[in-house]
């Protein structure tokens, strides 16, 4: 995962896609999900800015505008959205005499952001965690890149049941979107890699020209 496990824990993906298959096989989707995890992991972040004792503990504490001290909660969060082109290998699948079923190969290409979220309750008021200033400590980045998948389709002939699974990568090529950190005062100029790899899951909702058996 390269850059992107240096600032987030594993995450997760949630969304949908709509495409159009040939006979042939071949077929052409839009894809677009959102993600989300919960585990923020890059060193330093915030570093400096939150209370000393609370530093030294390796706890990250702030005092707001009334004195109250608490602690926001960081999280994932950004989205993906793709143009893939794929191809079902019809001559292994099941059941045999359904075309739309088999092992498929997909590649494509499109474009990744994401951000760390500081959450805090909306009591928690606290200047330098709100408005502007808050954009200069999210980390917001985004790029251009691929995405592979093997896997299996499965339609069934009476309609019910139509799923897929598969093994995924991507690999985008993001900075930042802000350009600069206001916790480290200093420019963003780094050019990252981020990569992944994980399962994917979806159930398919079919709208057939003709017959599944055709």
């Given at each position: 995962?390269?850059?992107?496990?240096?600032?987030?824990?594993?995450?997760?993906?949630?969304?949908?896609?709509?495409?159009?298959?040939?006979?042939?096989?071949?077929?052409?989707?839009?894809?677009?999900?959102?993600?989300?995890?919960?585990?923020?992991?890059?060193?330093?972040?915030?570093?400096?800015?939150?209370?000393?004792?609370?530093?030294?503990?390796g706890l990250l504490?702030?005092?707001?505008?009334?004195?109250?001290?608490?602690?926001?909660?960081?999280?994932?969060?950004?989205?993906?959205?793709?143009?893939?082109?794929?191809?079902?290998?019809?001559?292994?699948?099941?059941?045999?005499?359904?075309?739309?079923?088999?092992?498929?190969?997909?590649?494509?290409?499109g474009y990744l952001a994401h951000r760390i979220l500081i959450d805090k309750a909306r009591s928690e008021r606290l200047p330098l965690l709100e408005g502007e200033y808050l954009k200069g400590l999210d980390r917001l980045t985004g790029g251009w890149g691929l995405v592979e998948s093997i896997g299996y389709r499965f339609f069934s002939n009476n309609g019910l049941i139509n799923f897929f699974i598969a093994v995924e990568m991507g690999q985008y090529f993001t900075q930042s979107l802000r350009g600069y950190l206001y916790d480290k005062a200093v420019k963003d100029t780094k050019r990252r890699q981020d990569w992944w790899w994980g399962f994917r899951a979806g159930w398919s909702l079919p709208l057939y020209e003709k017959a599944p058996l055709e």
């Open positions: 995962m390269r850059d992107l496990a240096q600032r987030f824990g594993y995450s997760s993906a949630i969304g949908g896609e709509i495409g159009y298959k040939t006979r042939s096989g071949l077929y052409l989707a839009v894809q677009g999900a959102g993600l989300i995890g919960d585990k923020i992991v890059e060193a330093g972040f915030l570093e400096g800015l939150y209370l000393p004792g609370f530093q030294q503990a504490a702030f005092v707001d505008e009334n004195g109250k001290v608490f602690t926001p909660n960081l999280r994932q969060r950004g989205w993906t959205a793709n143009l893939r082109v794929g191809y079902i290998l019809s001559r292994w699948r099941l059941p045999k005499h359904n075309p739309n079923c088999g092992l498929y190969i997909e590649a494509g290409g």
